[in-house]
DNA sequence: TATATAAATGATAATAATTTTCATTTACAA
DNA sequence: TTGTAAATGAAAATTATTATCATTTATATA
């Protein structure tokens, strides 16, 4: 079942959060598509309603929102990029959260996975990113 | 067994890039270290020996290697943001590199592998991304 | 080894994304 | 109602990334 503005509403208001028509409106853009929007597209998409709004609530908004896992963020290509070597061959990371540490692992292979959404969505699939997030043996010492 | 800067370089080679002591030296800097690392942090390293270098010169290189698939992007928390609404409960993504359409698929269940990395690693695992990068149906046909 | 030339570089500017600051407004508990 | 902490928006500041273009350079080949 979709998460609706109601439900959203609901959770902004048992975590506290005042409930204003500016982050009404970012709710109801972001219930009311499958697409994964940027913050400059829910902007401009609110701004229509709302032509007072200012960027940068949407941004404080989308970070409640996310905070909250009422939204989810993506990576895909682009921007917002680290690098690290490449190990041999195809491999997957482990990242610390707090230091940046980043172990690669081997040995999962996804293409069964890949193979079956391949099948039930008809998309050619290039490629996948596997991470694992969370803090590493140092980071746990330190709080 | 870990990628050296002349493995590197020989890649390069093979694919008909020049090789610059510029390139030399952000191979040499990323082969040095495991750490994962930002453009900018890679620029301040290679910037020591090499003073003359310009930050423009790193996104090149960066860019060439990763196609290589001689370094690889991550793409952790913090910048580099999109969003979806949040199926209920948790799911994980098969995102259009050239629509960027989002299908979110659930079933997949990642938690035996959390676990051994864990054990392994000694990581204490917070969260995880596994996104699928391909073309859907549509953006294949409009090639 | 000298030379021709396409490729690479770096300075600079342009663009885009994100965050900070701060004075003003507002949701909502009491 | 009213008081107050929270939220907002304008503006500026930062930061990340890309584009342009004149100059330099790696390297193939004579
Ligand atoms: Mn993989
Ligand atoms: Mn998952
Ligand atoms: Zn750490
Ligand atoms: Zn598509």
Redesign the interface.
């Known amino acids: ?3 609706t503005e109601r439900k959203i509403a609901a959770t902004l208001r048992q975590h506290g959060y005042k409930l204003t028509p500016q982050r009404r409106a970012v709710m109801r853009t ?2 009311s ?7 400059a ?2 902007y401009q998409k609110v701004h229509k309603d709302h032509p007072s709004i200012g960027l940068v609530t949407i941004y404080r908004t ?1 970070d409640i ?2 905070k909250l ?20 061959g195809h491999h997957h ?5 707090n230091c ?4 690669d ?1 081997t040995g ?1 292979d996804l293409t069964q ?2 193979q079956r ?2 099948r ?18 140092n980071c ?1 010492k330190n709080d």
Do not use: K, N, W
């Open positions: 079942m979709r998460l972001i219930a598509t499958q697409d994964h929007l940027t913050p597209a829910i989308l929102l996310a896992e009422l939204i989810c963020e993506l990576h895909a290509g682009g921007s917002c990029r680290s690098y690290t070597v490449g190990a041999r990371h482990l990242i610390c959260s940046g540490e980043v172990i692992f999962y996975l890949e959404l391949s039930q969505t008809g998309f050619e699939i290039e490629g996948h990113l596997l991470e694992f997030i969370g803090l590493c043996q746990q």
